[in-house]
């Protein structure tokens, strides 16, 4: 998993970059409450429709023509001698170069993710949306929503999609022969994590047959996951871009049809609602007295990860008044139907199935991923009369962090006259950001990132906590201030650690850096940011959680969905008063 810091995108871009450009919100359903809850009923067709795939058991052929393909759906031929198991991405032809988008290639990368990428890899392929990933294949930006990113990849880097979704892994095959070559794949969608949908691996088995002729098969063994890229994109100039943007089905398509000049389909869940959109929808209905709307729903949106990045206007609480020397500012307020007091919200709801929306995990599951809460099992269980791990200790880490993003963390600080950024969004990996009030352990970093570390007083530094927010972790004395819950001179003297270079592990398994040690002060941070207010004695100590379960059209909340939604607020209000030290409060009023 990756840490925090690269997590998530700047914040205020990613809304707009989620759910595109957005003017003032409006209502998009109907409002009632189920005791402490909120629900919102969507509106007809908000959604959208999910396409969910329907080709396992299926070979699709490509046959070129022209400057096209015929496209032809028949019963699934698989060849069940894989070949070698690939050490790379890298392949290099030996028998023939395979004819694609107007060239011959002997070598390409295979991404774990299911695609095929051609070209050079020193560039980053077309800004369209078309970029090579990491690990082979191209790969998409990390919150796209796979309905646009098919478009997206047309007249980018020359690429064939087999199965293309992000964040799978495990294994790929090839077999090169004379005529033809044989790549498989038997890979899982990530497994155990806050951001996952499930706690086992699942099975996912795809196949394409390259032939020296230039036609393609994709074969479908077995697939569990229901959402992905499929499909074949040359680079087909700008001119034919337009036209080739209109999807096919390939469960219905036929030979006679075509040809085409990019074939795809994208298999997706549904879109996304906008996150102003449902800020207005619970404000109009009933009335603006939260602070903060945290989002929940029995299904899932076209994201690839469980949880949600958040945004919101930056409102003021009941007074209204703007916060400054934060540096995040009050914006757009009518645009979210509140006059002053909403301030920060989940972009999208958190699907009930999602490994976050759990209590804890199922028995038996374990780990050594750090990252993954099972790995914590005992020790957490420890505080607990039954032996268990807290409940919902994912759900906190994802409302904790993203409520914090309120506040935290885009300050700099100015030291000996250079002016050195924090974060920006995430505190940087190497700042002293020990928990002030620790939620469940007695060491922690803050849960908007940072780190705890211990210095070695021999130009090392052992790091005791990373910046990662599992288990569910507490704030920092810098985010408190941010806060307004704690007056500058509360805030101990910290330190950033820049130019990190690992030097090890200590005995325990933390790991050990070298690094250039810097002291920095609240005052350095007031120096740039100008002091914060209302200060300490003036500062919102009070706020009020709208805890919003989201249904479809003519459904109603599952069982499901309001035990878990009411166990997630029960827990945030004592989380938030346990992490604040009690000099905040936290509610979840309705009426």
Same mark, same amino acid.
């Given at each position: ?289 939260? $602070? ?100 919902? $200790? ?70 005791? $906590? ?26 101990? $003297? ?98």
């Amino acid at each position: 998993m990756k840490p925090i810091t690269c997590f998530f995108a700047l914040l205020l871009g990613l809304a707009a970059g989620a759910q595109g450009r957005q003017g003032p919100g409006h209502s998009i359903g109907k409002v009632t409450t189920n005791g402490d809850l909120i629900v919102v009923t969507l509106d007809k067709d908000v959604l959208g429709k999910a396409n969910m795939f329907d080709l396992t058991g299926r070979t699709l052929r490509f046959t070129p023509d022209g400057a096209g393909y015929r496209v032809e759906n028949s019963a699934l031929a698989w060849d069940p001698e894989f070949g070698a198991e690939m050490s790379s991405p890298q392949v290099h032809l030996s028998k023939f170069a395979f004819p694609f988008s107007g060239k011959q290639w002997d070598t390409f990368s295979v991404g774990v993710t299911g695609s095929i990428a051609f070209g050079e890899m020193s560039g980053s392929g077309r800004g369209r949306g078309a970029l090579f990933g990491r690990g082979g294949g191209v790969t998409i930006e990390r919150f796209a929503q796979l309905q646009e990113a098919g478009r997206a990849l047309l007249n980018g880097t020359p690429a064939i999609c087999v199965f293309f979704k992000l964040r799978m892994s495990g294994t790929r095959y090839l077999k090169e022969l004379d005529d033809r070559i044989v790549l498989t794949w038997n890979v899982t969608e990530p497994v155990g994590n806050i951001q996952d949908f499930t706690w086992t691996p699942t099975e996912n088995r795809f196949q394409t047959v390259l032939r020296k002729d230039g036609s393609i098969e994709m074969s479908y063994q077995t697939v569990a996951a229901k959402d992905a890229i499929v499909g074949v994109y040359p680079s087909i100039g700008d001119e034919k871009v337009k036209s080739a943007t209109a999807e096919l089905h390939f469960s219905s398509v036929k030979p006679q049809d075509g040809p085409f000049a990019a074939p795809f389909e994208t298999f997706h869940y549904l879109k996304l609602p906008s996150s102003r959109d449902l800020a207005c929808t619970v404000i109009q209905a009933l009335g603006d007295k939260f $602070d903060l709307l945290a989002y929940y729903s029995d299904f899932r949106v076209d994201n690839q990860e469980a949880g949600t990045p958040s945004n919101g206007p930056l409102g003021g609480g009941p007074d209204g008044g703007a916060v400054t020397g934060i540096h995040a500012n009050q914006r757009g307020l009518e645009n979210y139907c509140t006059k002053g007091r909403f301030q920060w919200s989940f972009i999208q709801p958190v699907y009930v199935g999602s490994n976050q929306m759990q209590e804890r995990p199922p028995d038996g599951v374990t780990d050594t991923n750090t990252h993954n809460i099972a790995t914590y099992a005992h020790q957490l269980g420890e505080r607990t009369p039954d032996g268990k791990i807290p409940a919902y $200790d994912y759900a906190m880490s994802q409302i904790g962090h993203e409520m914090g993003h309120r506040w935290s963390a885009f300050v700099s600080a100015r030291v000996n006259g250079e002016i050195i950024p924090l974060g920006p969004t995430h505190w940087a990996r190497g700042l002293q950001a020990p928990a002030a009030f620790p939620y469940q352990r007695p060491t922690e970093a803050s849960a908007m990132g940072g780190g705890v570390w211990q210095d070695n007083f021999d130009g090392t530094f052992t790091q005791l $906590d990373d910046d990662y927010y599992v288990p569910a972790t507490g704030y920092s004395f810098l985010d408190l201030y941010l806060m307004g819950l704690i007056a500058p001179s509360e805030v101990p $003297d910290f330190f950033i650690l820049r130019n990190l270079v690992p030097a090890g592990q200590d005995r325990n398994g933390h790991p050990i850096f070298k690094a250039d040690r810097t002291k920095v002060t609240i005052e350095d941070v007031i120096a740039v940011e100008g002091p914060r207010q209302p200060d300490v004695d003036h500062a919102q100590k009070k706020f009020n959680t709208g805890m919003v379960m989201i249904v479809e059209h003519g459904t109603k909340p599952s069982k499901e969905l309001i035990e878990r939604a009411n166990g997630i607020r029960e827990r945030w209000i004592d989380y938030w008063e346990t992490v604040t030290g009690h000099r905040s409060s936290m509610t979840s009023t309705v009426r």
